[in-house]
Structures are given as C-alpha cells and as structure tokens.
C-alpha cells in the first residue's frame, strides 16, 4: 500500500474528486495548507486580484493558500492515480502542485477491524 | 528523499521558515494543527488544556540533506521549553512535479 500525497490548486480539487472517484478511489482526506515551493510564492497564482503593492513587491506572497489531499492506493494503482492527478490538474503555469508517494505499513478500518489491502475501499 | 515534518510553535514557524530559506529550502508546506504531547496539554491555573495549537511544517528533501534541515528546524524552534515541539522524518518513495510530470524534487 502507498500513500499519495498532493499538493493542489483549492479550484482543482472537485475535479480531481470527480476523477479519482471514476477510478475506484472515492475516499480521501483533504486539508487546506499553505505553502511554497521553488519559486518562493507569487501572487500572480490566486483567485483574486491581491493589491498592486504586494505584487510589485520582490518575491510576492509568503504562501500561497493550497489543498493537500491525501489517499491510500493499492500497490498496483499508483501509477494510474498519479498519472490522473496530474492529468487532471496540469496547467503549465508555475504552481500546478507537487505529488508525494510514500510507503504505508498497515492501515485499519476502524469499523470492521479489517487490516492491510482489504481495509482500503 | 525524505519528507519532514515539524510541529512546532506557530509563533516560531515563520523564524524557522525564513531560517530553511536562508538554508535554500523554500519549498514546504505549513499547516495549522492542534496535538498534545508527554505532558498531555498544559495547566495554566485551573484550566487544563488538553489539545494545543501548533504549526506543522512539511517539506520534501533528498536523503543527505536532512541532517541539514533538521538541524536548521531545531535552532529556531528551540526555546528550552516543553511544547517545543517534534520532528518526524519519514520515507517517500517517489515525488512528481504536476506542471512537468517529472518525477524528483
């Protein structure tokens, strides 16, 4: 089992939603982070029109306001779930997100008691 | 490459994050988090708070430079306190950049 993580766009997410749902893969956690990455925020990425002086300032914003969204795949699915997450959510303007995968030991469904891949949907 | 995560105290992140930039890691993620630790909350007269507000930092870095990262972590989070927080460093196996699809940091 692997734990995909994804740092998205916020006005990406029901559409990454719709797409992994398509997938078999309708459960999820969510959390709205702000962050980074290489290019050290721009203000430019946001929704809004954020007020000229912070854009004209040099490195624009601190953060930029981000969902993580986290999911347990089987083994076997990891390609396909990243290669759709990035399908879904690719742009190609600075800001499109980064995908994490990392092992996961065990996981338990807390209702049944189930453990490992029969825990997961 | 490894992910690491901090909690820390919020009034510390931004000193902490501008100390990882200054060390060349400005890429992270922060999120607000409540937790408690060994010494289950803090008692400040007759009130017992059980859950207290941190800050996580998460960040994404290659294998031979975690010693670095978290070494930068620890001096501007370090108080001498309890509730200074902790750090985890855990495995990831693969990461991919979504406006490229290339895999590496």
Known sequence: MKEIMAIIRPKKVSKTKDVLDKLGYPAFTAVSVMGRGKQRGIAGEVNCEPPADILKRSGGMKYIPKRLISLTVHDADVELIVKAIIKVNHTGQIGDGRIFVSPVDNVVRVRTSEEGDQAIA | MKMIRAM???????????????????????????????????????????????????????????????????????????????????????????????TGI
């Open chain 2, 8 to 102: 820390v105290r919020p009034e510390a992140a931004d000193i902490i994050t501008e100390g990882l930039a200054e060390g060349g890691f400005f890429s992270l993620t922060k999120m607000h988090v409540f937790g408690r630790g060994k010494q289950k909350g803090i008692k400040i007269g007759d009130v017992h708070y059980d859950e207290l507000p941190k800050v996580m930092i998460m960040l994404v870095v290659k294998e031979d430079a975690v010693d670095e990262v978290v070494d930068l972590i620890k001096v501007n989070a370090y108080t001498g306190n309890f509730g200074d927080g902790k750090i985890f460093v855990t495995p990831i196996d693969a990461t991919y950049t979504v406006r490229t699809g290339e």
